[in-house]
Each structure stands twice: as structure tokens, then as C-alpha cells.
């Protein structure tokens, strides 16, 4: 190798040192910039934000972030709301449904026990056309059987003759003179109950001490 060709691989060994070197400061001075970069990312990309500035930057994000939520929230909510409505809605129908039907069942067993009487009265009128005497016994005996299914349905009469008023099964339409204060003396209509609810009150006569 001649002396010129040594010569020319120095001069292009060094000038690749040097593209060398100036590579390594151009990756460090990008690396710089990246962390000044990030810098400024910390502080919101916004010159000049000091730190209580970019604090309140953060929290209002973190706040339109939450009103995003609760806004998912709010539409969960409305969509479990319908259902609800709606479930509610069919409980309600099916509810009435069953007391229309139990209503119903009501009606027709009752107009059932009533048949009879029906057919008593029907024959006492019969009886009775030919021989008016005859038709009070018939009457009564109606009476009787309406007594007794009254009583089949729960039914208890109240306001006899000589019974204790009682104003909550009793409405006094007369006060008369009498030995005894509030004694019925006198029964106008008789009244009924079920038990402790009152379903027709009694109109009487009561006697008080003079």
C-alpha cells in the first residue's frame, strides 16, 4: 500500500468519526428536548401555568370526566326505571284482574244462595193469590232463609228489640221515654255486621229514663 492510500483511508476514517460524533449529539440533544417535552406536558402543554393554575386544570378534567359517569349513571338509571314502571304496571293489571275474578266468583255465589228465596217468595205469591192468610207464613219463611244465608256469608243481625244501644252498630232515629236509659224499644231497620266491620246500621227507637 502506498503512502497516498494510507493517507486517504485517515482522511475517511476520521470524517466517519465524525458523522459519528455528530449523530451521538443530535440523539442527545433529541433526547433533551423529549424530557423538556415532558416537562411540559406535566404542566398542561400550557406556558406559563404555574403549579395552583395547572392543579385546577386537573381537577376540572377530573370533574367533566365524572359528569360523564354520572351521566351513564343517569341513563342506567332511566333504562331500570322502565322496567321497574313496566313490571309494575303488569303486577297492577294482574292484580285487578284476580279481584275482578274473585268479585265475580263473589257475585255469583251469592246470587246463587239467593235462588231459593227467589222460589219461596215465588210460591208464597202462588199460595197466597188464593188465600191471603196463607201468605204471611210464607213471607216469614222467606225471612227465615234469608237470615240463614245472611248468616252463611258471615253476616250477623243487629238491633233487636230490648238489646243495649250501641252507637256503633245503631243509629237512633227516636228517643222515647222509658224506664231504662238506652234500651232499643223499637226496631224501624234491622242492621248487620261482619264482625268488627260494620256493613248497614241498625234504625231504632231508644228509650231514655225521664
Do not use: C
Request: cysteine-free; overall charge negative; charged content about 30%.
Amino acid at each position: 500500500m502506498t503512502h497516498d492510500d494510507q493517507k486517504k483511508n485517515q482522511n475517511e476514517q476520521a470524517t466517519q468519526d465524525t458523522h459519528e460524533a455528530r449523530e451521538g449529539q443530535s440523539n442527545q440533544a433529541n433526547a433533551e428536548q423529549t424530557e423538556e417535552d415532558d416537562e411540559d406536558i406535566d404542566l398542561g402543554n400550557f406556558p406559563g401555568l404555574d403549579e395552583n393554575m395547572f392543579g385546577q386544570v386537573q381537577e376540572m378534567m377530573a370533574k367533566l370526566e365524572r359528569v360523564g359517569e354520572l351521566e351513564q349513571e343517569n341513563a342506567d338509571l332511566k333504562v331500570k326505571l322502565g322496567r321497574l314502571a313496566a313490571d309494575f304496571e303488569n303486577y297492577r293489571r294482574r292484580t285487578q284482574e284476580d279481584v275482578d275474578a274473585a268479585e265475580g266468583q263473589g257475585v255469583a255465589k251469592a246470587a246463587e244462595r239467593l235462588m231459593p228465596v227467589y222460589d219461596d217468595l215465588d210460591r208464597a205469591l202462588s199460595m197466597g193469590s188464593g188465600d191471603p192468610a196463607k201468605l204471611i207464613p210464607g213471607v216469614e219463611a222467606v225471612q227465615s232463609r234469608v237470615l240463614s244465608i245472611f248468616s252463611g256469608l258471615g253476616l250477623e243481625a243487629t238491633g233487636k228489640e230490648g238489646e243495649h244501644f250501641d252507637p256503633r252498630w245503631h243509629e237512633a232515629i227516636q228517643v222515647v221515654p222509658g224506664e231504662e236509659d238506652d234500651v232499643i224499644v223499637q226496631v224501624y231497620q234491622l242492621g248487620f255486621r261482619m264482625g268488627d266491620r260494620l256493613v248497614r246500621p241498625a234504625r231504632v227507637v231508644v228509650s231514655k229514663k225521664g
